[in-house]
């Protein structure tokens, strides 16, 4: 969706506004696609607003009121789909003007230096091809379980 405040500068509108169809949840307010490859964990997801903001400090009441409802709901459904111990929410605002949060499953299996804040070292060492990410099939099989469950029961507006 290409929303009024697009900015083309910014990669996130950039990535917004895209018809790849990468998009596994979007309404007029977020927008979630799947990290790209290669892949750090399946159900490593990236929830984005729709319009060209860089936080919550900076919603607009409509995404103010929204947002914990929104939230709440795409991580719970997360944990379901991918039977994660619990999930993780992460954004720093420092990369792009545009806020994205990181949405992560925490699986029982990542090992101990892996989990909380070594999740990010996790994503930096296969970024950097120091460690093998995961295969994409996991990622398409999570991805579309992700986005049937989000179709059928999608988040409160």
């Known amino acids: 969706m290409k929303h009024e405040s697009y900015d ?6 950039r990535s917004n506004a895209a018809d790849d169809g990468t998009a596994v949840f979007e309404n ?6 799947h990290t790209g490859s290669p892949f750090p964990l399946a159900g490593w997801f990236l ?16 995404e103010a009121t929204n947002f914990g409802p929104a939230l709440r709901h795409f991580m719970r459904t997360l944990e379901v789909v991918t039977g994660s111990l619990r999930s993780y929410v992460v954004a ?9 949060a990181h949405l992560i499953p925490r699986y029982a299996e990542l090992a101990d230096d892996e989990v909380a804040w070594g999740i ?19 990622v398409t099989n999570i991805v579309e379980a ?10 409160p507006r």
């Open 47 to 62: 929830l984005q607003p729709q319009r060209h903001v860089q936080g919550p400090a900076r919603f607009n009441d409509e």
């Open 28 to 33: 007029d307010l977020w927008l979630i696609k």
């Open 8 to 13: 083309e500068t910014c990669s996130i509108c």
């Open 120 to 138: 990010a070292d996790r994503f930096r060492a296969i970024t950097a091809g120091e460690q093998t990410g995961v295969p994409e099939s996991d």
């Open 92 to 100: 720093f605002g420092e990369s792009y003007p545009h806020m994205h």
């Open 146 to 155: 992700y986005r049937t469950a989000l179709e059928s029961d999608p988040p």
